[in-house]
Nanobody
Framework: QLQLVESGGGLVRPGGSLRLSCTAS????????VGWFRQGPGKLREALGC????????GYDDSVKDRFTIFTDNLKKTVFLEMNRLGSDDTADYFC???????????????????WGQGTQVTVSS
């Protein structure tokens, strides 16, 4: 049974960067799609991006594609979300999710993921 744990959240100043991790246990991410989502205060959960771990290809929502990068380690045990030029709108709980398969074309839909982490909180504030 795949289990996911996010880490790396915290307080960061506007304009700063942060790297979140999503670590798998019980299996590796090989042949899984791994998506990142977030839910800000009073907002719906939104999809940020997804990586197809088999070949390392990633896709992003237009709102973050110029600032966020998703990549995996060589062992495919951890997927990272690198976030740059953070602003107050990026304050949210961040979640990773996984499902066997590839990202396109369904990666933005929460119901397409079976496995979810518990989330890690990111606060952007001066």
């Amino acid at each position: 049974q795949l289990q996911l744990v996010e880490s790396g959240g915290g307080l960061v100043r506007p304009g700063g960067s942060l790297r979140l991790s999503c670590t798998a246990s019980g299996s590796t991410f090989d042949y899984y799609r791994v998506g990142w989502f977030r839910q800000g205060p009073g907002k719906l959960r939104e999809a940020l991006g997804c990586i197809s771990s088999h070949d390392g290809t990633a896709g992003y929502d237009d709102s973050v594609k110029d600032r966020f990068t998703i990549f995996t380690d060589n062992l495919k045990k951890t997927v990272f979300l690198e976030m740059n030029r953070l602003g107050s709108d990026d304050t949210a709980d961040y979640f990773c999710a996984a499902e066997p398969g590839f990202c396109p074309p369904i990666w933005k839909y929460e119901h397409e993921y079976t496995y979810w982490g518990q989330g890690t909180q990111v606060t952007v504030s001066s």
